[in-house]
């Protein structure tokens, strides 16, 4: 049973436009969110995080929203670069603290990005 | 430089014969654990760790081992390789379990015949 979902396995983007890549969760007791970035032959690394006591957070180009009704996040990434074209994976954790919660993550299968320059 | 080691990069083998997929990371983290990744079912937790000597079972434990006797090393034992262990693997450590971000490896990926 895939607690975290990703439904788009891929998306095309052009260059500058907005990248809004979304996760569904069905666990009600997740608290907090991650995206990671995987590059081909490289691991994923850590891109942005949301605990469920925000509805959004931002760094840089990337914003995370969480909708925590409807058990729904998203990653809008403005402008879209062509650097980041790449896998992004949605995590969760039901960590009791807002704090990551590496020991029981929950990952989506992953949405291919690609930036069409 | 601040890494997590894997090796090897890739792997063939055939069913039945013992394997170890070694992993070290230089940042002294406490906490380390492995994935494995297959289409359609995203990334997966095998076995983590939360420091020397304490491991503990992750989501899809069969067939794999562990060991952390030392900080910096968190091997991936399989006993006896089956063609379903056919996978990308991933170590990944952070500081501790629920302060900081996971920092992986760049993957093995095994094949098993």
């Known amino acids: 049973d895939q607690q975290v979902k990703q439904n788009s396995p891929s998306l095309s983007v052009q260059e500058g436009r907005i990248s809004i890549l979304n996760c569904d969760y069905t666990?009600?007791?997740?608290?907090?969110f991650l995206w990671y970035k995987k590059y081909p032959a490289e691991g994923p690394t850590f891109l942005i995080s949301?605990?469920?006591?925000?509805d959004k957070n931002e760094d840089g180009r990337f914003t995370v929203f969480l909708n925590k009704s409807a058990k729904h996040l998203s990653l809008h990434i403005v402008p879209s670069q062509p650097g980041d074209s790449a896998v992004y994976f949605c995590?969760?954790?039901?960590?009791?603290?807002?704090?990551?919660?590496?020991?029981?993550?929950?990952f989506g299968t992953g949405t291919r990005l690609t930036i069409i320059p | 430089e601040a890494q997590v080691t894997q090796n090897p990069r890739y792997l063939i083998t055939v069913t039945g014969k013992k394997l170890t997929v070694t992993c070290s990371q230089n940042?002294?983290?406490?906490?380390m654990s492995w994935y494995r990744q297959d289409p359609g079912l995203g990334l997966r937790q095998i076995y983590y760790?939360?420091?020397?000597?304490?491991?503990d079972k992750g989501d899809v434990p069969e067939g794999y081992k562990v060991s952390r006797k030392e900080k910096r090393n968190f091997p991936l034992i399989l006993e006896s390789p089956s063609p379903n262990q056919t996978s990308l693997y991933f170590c990944?450590?952070?500081?501790?379990?629920?302060?900081?971000?996971?920092?992986f490896g760049n993957g093995t990926r095994l094949t098993v015949t």
């Open positions: 760790s939360m420091n020397v000597e304490v491991t």
């Open positions: 940042m002294n983290h406490e906490y």
């Open positions: 995590a969760a954790s039901a960590s009791l603290i807002l704090n990551f919660g590496n020991e029981k993550l929950t």
């Open positions: 990944a450590s952070s500081w501790e379990p629920n302060n900081s971000p996971l920092h």
């Open positions: 666990n009600s007791m997740f608290d907090y």
């Open positions: 949301i605990s469920s006591i925000k």
